[in-house]
């Protein structure tokens, strides 16, 4: 029997199970990728020509069991005691995950932690497509079987992310970096809403084969161990406090570079004279979560106001490193963009992140611009969703797209008189009624969930090289953490009101892959 035969024969019986897709289509973690670029550079079904067919699927939107302030995941095709689902995994602020049928909305599966604060936190699906990987708000990652939600109990897990679950919390969403057939798992923490109490934030990094984990501490790096509430300093805790990583992809990982980056917002900063405190700086770590030894990371950037940061709660680190493939020509190999709450964006040479050759190094940046929107009117509060990094098919130039409640910008990258990367703004959407969460591109349109232009909530699609408006959504509920995700033709976003909403082509359009590429109707 030939492929196509094959694929035409399981159409059928999809079919007449009231399948409308045949697909196996994966959205793994925060972002879409290691890198949390949120582009998902296989998206075929959408485009610019089709979006004024899509529908919103679940009617009102599908209510959710428990409150999600976060984004979703999604694995396609998952073997469940109800059949072959497509599924998607939602943490919500209490700490219910929950599996839930991409088709109705429906919840298939949950698994619930207790402890005394919420999170915010994504899941992240294994690589091998076996287990989900979910922070519990019991200070701990749980591991648990995709099809039916069967804890894994053995081997290591659940592992222990803090000790201080009071004052210190996994928010961000969690990171599979992978380097051939090794896979670590990269979970981050930060604090509560208003900065206090005694927690200092970390990377906990765990190798997915093995269930070993290593621990890297911003606050007292020299300790390379999971502090207690209140302990003894420089035994059992720490004295320094209040420094977390706070963006919303937590740790960002670089293929090219190999190297996890981490940035951090608030506490002191002074490994430049010899201490082991580094707050409002961006640290580079081996995806097993070391650094080069004694408490160091394999590199640094920290900007030479960092002080100034730190008096103003204008964290350097209020967002997730971002990965910027370059330009040819570029005397630059690997870039970084790193976002802070002080409305700007500093490029960042990631072989050598001050440009001073190791780390504990203060300034160096390569470009330093202000987030062409501004600011959204609160000091202190300016840069806090993760930018969608984007390469144009078309010419191969790299893309960003900074979202914040000032609006939504696109800036290309390219290189300046002496060929090193420069990023120039190429349109600009000013104003709260632009605000934005964190937007994603696929298929050559961005994304992003904020106020309609009748003043109510929806997902708006936008060209990315004008910023032209292309679809809205019909109205959703209000959103805070949460960004949405575009994966087998369909765009999922939770809100605030605990729904879910779906929107998708007619069921019947039917799109052939693997080489049989076409709409069928």
Not at 120 to 140: C, E, H, K, M, N
Not at 203 to 215: E, K, N, P, R
Not at 247 to 275: C, D, H, L, Q
């Amino acid at each position: 029997m030939t492929r196509a035969t094959l694929l035409r024969s399981s159409l059928a019986v999809a079919i007449a199970f009231g399948i409308a897709d045949v697909h196996a289509g994966s959205w793994p973690q925060f972002g879409y990728d290691a890198a949390h670029s949120g582009f998902n550079a296989t998206e075929t079904t959408l485009s610019a020509a089709n979006l004024a067919e899509l529908l919103s699927v679940y009617p009102n939107g599908a209510a959710l069991a428990s409150s999600v302030d976060s984004a979703p995941v999604y694995q396609g095709g998952v073997a469940t005691a109800g059949g072959v689902k497509d599924l998607l995994f939602l943490l919500s602020k209490n700490g219910r995950l929950m599996a839930v049928d991409a088709a109705d909305g429906s919840e298939v599966w949950h698994q619930s932690t207790s402890g005394p604060q919420p999170t915010t936190a994504s899941p992240a699906i294994d690589p091998g497509l076996q287990y989900v990987y979910s922070y519990g708000v019991d200070g701990r990652v749980h591991k648990y079987a995709i099809g039916d939600g069967s804890e894994v109990t053995s081997g290591g897990w659940p592992q222990t992310i803090t000790l201080k679950t009071s004052v210190e919390k996994g928010a961000s969403g969690l990171t599979i970096a992978s380097s051939g057939n090794t896979h670590h798992l990269v979970v981050v923490t930060d604090g509560y809403i208003g900065d206090g109490g005694d927690y200092q934030g970390h990377l906990v990094s765990i190798d997915l084969a093995s269930g070993t984990q290593h621990l890297f501490n911003v606050m007292c790096s020299d300790k390379a161990i999971h502090f207690v509430l209140n302990g003894t300093p420089g035994t059992d805790d720490c004295a320094g406090r209040q420094s977390g990583i706070w963006g919303r992809g937590g740790a960002t990982y670089s293929a090219a570079t190999n190297r996890v980056y981490v940035a951090t917002g608030n506490g002191t900063f002074n490994a430049n004279t010899g201490g082991f405190d580094w707050g409002d700086s961006v640290l580079a770590l081996a995806p097993d979560g070391t650094g080069s030894g004694n408490g160091q990371p394999l590199d640094s950037y920290t900007p030479s106001n960092f002080q100034n940061l730190q008096n103003g709660d204008t964290d350097l680190g209020s967002v997730s490193m971002a990965i910027l493939p370059v330009p040819a020509g570029s005397t630059v190999a690997h870039l970084g963009m790193q976002a802070g709450k002080d409305g700007k964006l500093r490029l960042i040479d990631l072989d050598d992140m001050s440009g001073q050759g190791g780390p504990a190094h203060v300034g160096g940046e390569i470009q330093l611009i202000d987030v062409p929107q501004g600011g959204n009117g609160f000091p202190g509060d300016r840069m806090r969703e993760q930018p969608a990094v984007w390469v144009n098919p078309a010419d191969h130039s790299t893309w960003v797209f900074a979202g914040n409640g000032s609006g939504l910008s696109g800036l290309q990258l390219g290189l300046d008189g002496n060929n090193r990367p420069a990023l120039t703004m190429r349109w600009n959407r000013v104003g709260s009624s632009n605000a934005s969460t964190s937007p994603i591109v696929a298929n050559d349109v961005l994304y992003h969930a904020g106020p309609c232009a009748d003043g109510g909530l929806c997902v708006t699609a936008h060209d990315p090289l004008t910023g032209d408006v292309l679809w809205s959504s019909p109205h959703i509920g209000n959103v805070h953490w949460q960004s949405p995700i575009l994966v087998d033709g369909a765009l999922y976003v939770t809100d605030n009101n605990g729904k879910l909403w779906k929107f998708a082509l007619p069921a019947g359009d039917v799109i052939f892959r693997n080489g049989f590429d076409g709409m069928v109707r």
